[in-house]
């Protein structure tokens, strides 16, 4: 039956090892993923601002067409105050004038305030895209070692995998079931020391015969607190 234990400790070193190697399997396509999110923010940051500045240079053309023929307008009044005739009309036509003047003067300063809006927005674009390209060169060169990463890693499973199913060849079918039964309940490990007359598992202070019976390895001492299987601790073991 020591024999058993010991091939027991051994599939459970593996099925730890396992158990981390497939927590970083499930683990690092989602960093990937949250990197290349990254990226995606960045040049959706650039594609927002762009698309803002497009929007503002069309605004200022649309405004400069306004000015054009807000010009020509007070252009035609002002020829044809050289025309009136009467102090009625000519006032009138002041008023207009007046009125004219005013609409020009008000396009003149959205537009030159739009200029001044355009030449932050082109600034802050261009900051924008020096950043996204940092940004991008550094997100793909940790997808790039994540990637070597989980290759290294596909490896180190298929070993252990393969490791773990010659282990398991030669515990007892029996055993072996009910190992991985516990396993399964507990969810980290189904072998157990004994320290100081506890079950290193749960703590459980064990029976004087319990111990006896543990020390003596020549059946499987399952723990009446945890179920888990217990061993006495060697010199050589670490824990």
């Not at 895209?129 to 499973?157: H, P, Q, W, Y």
């Not at 079950?199 to 499987?220: F, M, N, W």
Request: include cysteine; proline fraction near 1%; charge should be negative.
């Amino acid at each position: 039956m020591l024999e058993q234990l010991e091939l027991l400790l051994r599939l459970q070193e593996i099925d730890l090892t396992l158990s981390e190697l497939e927590s970083d399997e499930e683990r690092l396509p989602d960093e990937m993923s949250e990197l290349e999110e990254e990226k995606e923010r960045a040049r959706a940051d650039v594609a927002e601002r762009e698309q803002g500045l497009e929007e503002g240079r069309k605004r200022r053309q649309h405004l400069e067409r306004d000015l054009e023929d807000q010009t020509v307008r007070l252009n035609d009044l002002k020829a044809k105050q050289l025309m009136i005739k009467t102090n009625e009309e000519y006032a009138a036509l002041s008023h207009e004038i007046t009125f004219a003047d005013n609409e020009i003067a008000s396009t003149e300063d959205a537009i030159l305030e739009l200029m001044e809006d355009l030449e932050r927005q082109t600034s802050a674009l261009a900051a924008a895209k020096e950043a996204a390209a940092s940004e991008t060169a550094e997100v793909e060169r940790k997808v790039g070692e994540l990637k070597a990463e989980f290759t290294r890693l596909i490896d180190a499973l298929a070993v252990k995998r393969d490791e773990r199913v010659r282990v398991a060849m030669h515990v007892d079918k029996v055993t072996l079931a009910r190992y991985e039964r516990i396993l399964a309940s507990k969810g980290d490990c189904a072998v157990v020391s004994v320290e100081g007359g506890a079950c290193r598992g749960c703590y459980v202070t064990l029976p004087p015969q319990a111990i006896i019976e543990v020390k003596r390895s020549d059946r499987l001492i399952q723990c009446d607190g945890c179920g888990r299987i217990l061993y006495w601790r060697l010199e050589r073991d670490d824990g």
